[in-house]
């Protein structure tokens, strides 16, 4: 007995050393490499080939992916993103991946960025890397003794469920000069797991008090009169301040906007996520509408939902893809159903970026007067062009014309009052 508490020391204390050493000298006030990653409409292409590759096979079967350096910095930098403003580079070198980490950190008196290097390496032909070499900022760690610490954090906290997950399947890697290969074998199980992973579609609890709001709502709204965005929104949001602490602010407002995206949207979003089921037990559905067009509000909460559980950049590129598509056969390239777009982005941004926001965000919501106070008017901007229209008119997304544009709309949102608040 005392043999086992005298090895849970040992391995307390080298734990508390490490995160001690971690906050000496891995923390700073200024990034190793800049935060702010940007993802473009051939990025969000290539991510999602990258993170649902293993769709494509069978259960039990072993199967190979290969990437490149570049393909590694986009995958890794969308999953770093999903939470908090962070930059990994990695590098493929001497058949050795090197990553650069830089991870924001909550406000506090020590610095605004953890800033972490390491290098994973096949030490004498084995199947998978190992840690090789490990940097908090300038410190130097022995890689043996890190790779035991973060080993245990990861087993004896709420990480080790994700940890297995990610590596069950993995049968081997390997680092050539240009690209890794990884071989895996995934069970069905794994599969669910990994889907419900990448689109947070845990069953929650919490969601059906949303829905049961969402309920009362539609059963005493007045079917001679539009329903209007601002009136699931505004409810739920005071539903969210009721229900809100700094610790919690984030998901409820995340909860709240998924459970109005699953009644306004009910399937288009899920074309790019999986989000819980809705549950409304009436049977009465009518259209929501802002300035008096239903494709609005659609576009707003969907972003705002994508934006949430996801990402911001997603949200974007989902956006100009949708309309891109539209030019070629759908309704038209709309720059009107793009700020719809925009300012769900922003608002999902805002409800999520940090518990102030959050909190901010509830009060603010739960006091407003309309839908003009979270969505500008937009229908003064060009809508309804074809591919060969918007080509004469704009080029392409990454055009002059239309990036001048494209900000003018993002200075109508920034004007409006709910964004004002961050």
């Avoid at 590098?91 to 909550?106: A, Q, S, Y």
């Avoid at 008096?292 to 997603?314: C, E, P, Y």
């Avoid at 407003?368 to 997304?397: A, C, G, W």
Wanted: with cysteine; hydrophobic share 40%; aromatic share 10%.
């Amino acid at each position: 007995m005392k043999t086992l508490f005298r090895i849970f020391l040992a391995l307390l204390s080298t734990v508390v050393m490490l995160c001690v050493l971690l906050v000496l000298f891995g923390v700073s006030d200024q990034p190793d490499i800049a935060v702010g990653w940007t993802l473009t409409r051939d990025d969000i292409a290539r991510a999602k080939k990258i993170l649902y590759e293993g769709a494509k096979t069978k259960p039990d079967e072993i199967s190979t992916i290969e990437l490149t350096e570049a393909d590694l910095n986009l995958a890794a930098n969308y999953l770093l993103n999903r939470y908090r403003k962070s930059a990994v580079n990695i590098e493929i070198k001497n058949d050795v991946l090197r990553f650069t980490v830089t991870m924001t950190l909550p406000k506090n008196r020590l610095g605004h960025y953890l800033n972490i290097s390491f290098r994973l390496g096949n030490d004498d032909h084995s199947d998978l890397p190992s840690l090789t070499k490990f940097k908090a900022g300038e410190l130097l760690l022995p890689a043996k003794f890190a790779a035991f610490v973060i080993d245990n954090i990861i087993r004896h906290t709420s990480l080790n469920d994700y940890f297995i997950l990610a590596t069950r399947p993995i049968k081997t890697i390997t680092i050539d000069p240009e690209k890794i290969t990884i071989s895996y074998y995934s069970s069905m199980d794994t599969f669910i797991q990994a889907r419900n992973f990448l689109t947070q579609s845990s069953d929650n609890p919490t969601i059906d008090i949303y829905q049961q709001k969402l309920d009362e709502i539609i059963t005493q709204h007045d079917p001679a009169w539009r329903l209007s965005l601002a009136e699931l929104l505004k409810p739920l949001f005071a539903l969210a301040l009721q229900r809100s602490t700094l610790e919690n602010a984030i998901e409820e407002n995340k909860i709240a906007i998924i459970a109005v995206n699953n009644y306004v949207n009910r399937k288009e979003t899920k074309k790019f996520l999986s989000f819980p089921a809705a549950k409304l037990t009436t049977e009465k559905r009518y259209p929501t509408f802002l300035y008096k067009r239903t494709d609005l509000a659609q576009h707003f909460i969907g972003s705002a939902a994508i934006t949430a559980s996801v990402n911001g950049q997603v949200a974007k590129v989902v956006g100009e893809e949708k309309e891109l598509s539209d030019a070629q056969g759908g309704s038209g390239f709309s720059f009107i159903d793009l700020a719809a777009d925009k300012a769900g982005t922003r608002f999902g941004e805002l409800a999520t970026s940090s518990p102030e926001n959050a909190r901010k965000l509830q009060k603010a919501m739960s006091a407003i007067k309309d839908y003009s106070d979270f969505m500008p008017d937009p229908t003064d901007l060009p809508e309804h062009m074809n591919e060969e229209e918007f080509k004469q008119r704009y080029q392409s997304v990454d055009s002059d014309v239309y990036q001048a544009l494209s900000k003018q709309i993002d200075a109508r949102i920034a004007a409006t009052p709910i964004y004002k608040l961050d």
